[in-house]
T-cell receptor
Framework: TQLLEQSPQFLSIQEGENLTVYCNSS?????LQWYRQEPGEGPVLLVT?????EVKKLKRLTFQFGDARKDSSLHITAAQPGDTGLYLC???????????FGRGTSLIVHP | NAGVTQTPKFQVLKTGQSMTLQCAQD?????MSWYRQDPGMGLRLIHY???????DQGEVPNGYNVSRSTTEDFPLRLLSAAPSQTSVYFC?????????????FGEGSWLTVV
């Protein structure tokens, strides 16, 4: 099983602050995905990165895939209360694309 | 669009009882899977299916059974419920494997075993 380790586990910040969360592995992944999960709901896909060194932006969210395709980061600029949620990274495990998930980073943004 | 639909939303079981969590998707997806989510543990794969008639075990399959008789449905059966199976269960589906494939989740089923 290819493990994905996420850090930090918890993050509590004020509105307007910047933050970065990390997803690391000792294994190479062909792709990594980031999901956000709000309380009481299922995870929703934010982005997929497939190329080493790739950077993708989604409004105030910037996603980066490491050059060696073993790690990824999510940077949020000027966080807002609506960004509150659990951020999960996921990557394919085994021959079929049935992803394995990291344990997630729980983010709370206070107004 | 309905997407992935799970029922029931909430369920309380007594130890030893059996039950089935239902999952249906209307997107004609080949891949379906069941995860459980526990505090601090992320999503752990229970069972998955890559097409009708094909199922396989994930990371935590013990105590659960699945079948896939149609493309649309992928029920999860708890054979003899135990308190350790208290969790939130998510069903998910995707069109196929491969990089860039979007996975769609249901809204979750909250199960308590007393």
């Amino acid at each position: 099983t290819q493990l994905l380790e996420q850090s930090p586990q918890f993050l509590s910040i004020q509105e307007g602050e910047n933050l970065t969360v990390y997803c690391n592995s000792s294994s190479v992944f062909s792709s990594l995905q980031w999901y956000r999960q709000e309380p009481g709901e299922g995870p929703v896909l934010l982005v997929t990165v497939v190329t080493g060194g790739e950077v993708k932006k989604l409004k105030r969210l910037t996603f980066q895939f490491g050059d060696a395709r073993k790690d990824s980061s999510l940077h949020i600029t000027a966080a807002q209360p609506g960004d509150t949620g659990l951020y999960l990274c996921a990557g394919p495990s085994g021959g079929s694309y049935i992803p394995t998930f990291g344990r997630g980073t729980s983010l709370i943004v206070h107004p | 669009n309905a997407g992935v639909t799970q029922t029931p939303k909430f369920q309380v079981l007594k130890t030893g009882q059996s039950m089935t969590l239902q999952c249906a998707q209307d997107m004609n997806h080949e891949y379906m899977s069941w995860y459980r989510q526990d505090p601090g543990m992320g999503l752990r794969l229970i069972h998955y299916s890559v097409g009708a008639g094909i199922t396989d075990q994930g990371e935590v399959p013990n105590g659960y059974n699945v079948s896939r008789s149609t493309t649309e449905d992928f029920p999860l059966r708890l054979l003899s419920a135990a308190p350790s199976q208290t969790s939130v269960y998510f069903c998910a589906s995707s069109y196929s494997g491969g990089a860039g494939n979007t996975i769609y989740f249901g809204e979750g089923s909250w199960l308590t075993v007393v």
